[in-house]
């Protein structure tokens, strides 16, 4: 009996049968592809405040929203030979107390894999692959206020426009507050109780123009390649275990970049014994400017279970260990006590009905012990390693077609 809701499926459908394989999607699996058969499947992911049952966030952060959206297929060009590529596109919205207040990224990601079935018996199958991934931010990344601190002192730079603002907060109170806007003409209008009144040209700190758009530009990005093995074997006609590793070698970009013109403003004082924020405070509290390279090594154990014709159910674990060279583990960190996170647990569930024959619509879950480390790694640096002790996770929903 064909099942067209999942729940409906879980009590009525009765007809046994082997293991079909598929859908396969980007799981690490042995193909069961034939020469000229493959798959092709879209999955939208999302998690919001409202039902994060994962614990991700904490009194002073969090996150509002993360929405992902994916489209991949698979081909098999040979019984041996198999290809398998998705692109994915991701935005997500964190909220803090501090500035910016609320933080939203855009980035997407590829991934392209090359698998060889070395081995097939009866009961038991090994393939090979080699596997290319990256992920990079869309957009500019601008960011246009920020909040630095500095012993008792917080300083909130907000640029936009042709003006810089400076609040200086002590202990909670406001010491002083300085506006300075470019007047175009090699020249800029104090205003505020920090630097007296007036016009200034910008030859007095070595300038000749500012650029008063942004404070600093965020778009960092990762590729990485590599190469792993996966096992399958077949207790029964229902199930089939799999085993796999992979060993991956990732360059990290932050491309962080300061706006030395503001820097310069920001620094070097207008009017002698008037300075506005100490180039060093900024430049202590970014993350690392130099890229690093990671090596990453992957676990993954998994089961799939093809309960009836039309619903089958699986799972996989995924296990990840990393390490880093080039890596300036205290440029920028936030809290010196929390060191860099190197592992992390990840697991999947999924929940497959087939309405027709080549037509497959799934459920998923991911959940992970250290947020996305490992997964998306140019997420990572020392100024918010902290976050990444979090668990984290989203749901997902899928649709594969097979032919």
């Known amino acids: 009996m ?27 699996l042995v193909s069961m592809y034939g020469a000229g058969e493959g798959e092709v499947w879209g999955q939208l992911d999302y998690v919001d405040d409202s039902f994060n049952v994962f614990g991700y966030g904490s009194s002073s952060s969090g996150i509002n929203y993360s929405a992902g959206a994916s489209l991949g297929g698979k081909l098999a060009f040979t019984d041996r030979w198999n290809v398998q590529a998705n692109y994915s596109q991701f935005e997500d919205e964190a909220w803090r107390l501090t500035e910016p207040k609320v933080l939203k990224s855009s980035y997407r990601g590829t991934e392209v894999t090359l698998q060889h079935l070395f081995y097939v018996g009866e009961d038991f199958e090994f393939a090979w692959h080699l596997t290319f991934r990256d992920h990079k931010t869309l957009g500019g990344g601008h960011l246009r206020k920020m909040q630095f601190s500095d012993s008792n002192s917080d300083f909130l730079v907000e640029s936009g426009g042709d003006t810089v603002a400076v609040t200086k907060t002590t202990n909670g109170v406001i010491e002083w507050a300085q506006s300075i806007t470019d007047l175009g003409n090699g020249s800029v209008e104090a205003t505020g109780n920090r630097i007296p009144d007036g016009n200034y040209p910008l030859s007095l700190i070595g300038l000749d123009t500012i650029d008063t758009d942004y404070l600093v530009s965020a778009t960092p990005k990762d590729a990485g390649v590599g190469i792993g093995f996966d096992i399958a074997t077949y207790p029964t006609d229902q199930l089939r275990f799999t085993l796999g590793g992979e060993l991956r070698r990732v360059d990290v970009e932050t491309n962080y970049n300061v706006n030395s013109s503001l820097l310069t403003l920001l620094d070097n004082p207008l009017v002698a014994a008037f300075g506005l924020v100490d180039s060093s405070v900024i430049m202590d509290q970014v993350p690392q400017l130099e890229p690093w390279e990671e090596n990453h090594f992957l676990i993954t154990a998994g089961a799939d279970w093809d309960a009836y014709e039309d619903l089958s159910f699986a799972a996989q674990y995924t296990f990840y260990t990393i390490s880093r060279d080039g890596y300036q583990s205290t440029v920028g960190k936030v809290s010196l006590a929390v060191e860099d996170q190197t592992t992390n ?38 100024r918010v390693n902290h976050k990444f002790t979090d668990p984290y996770g989203f749901l997902s929903v899928g649709a594969v077609w097979e032919f």
């Open 2 to 28: 064909k099942a067209f809701l999942l729940i409906p499926a879980l009590f009525i459908s009765t007809e046994l049968l082997a293991v079909q394989g598929g859908p396969e999607l980007n799981r690490h």
């Open 345 to 382: 647990h990840q697991l999947d569930g999924w929940v497959f009905v087939k309405p027709q024959r080549d037509l497959t619509l799934y459920l998923h879950g991911r959940a992970y012990s250290n947020f996305l480390l490992g997964d998306r790694p140019l997420l990572y640096n020392a």
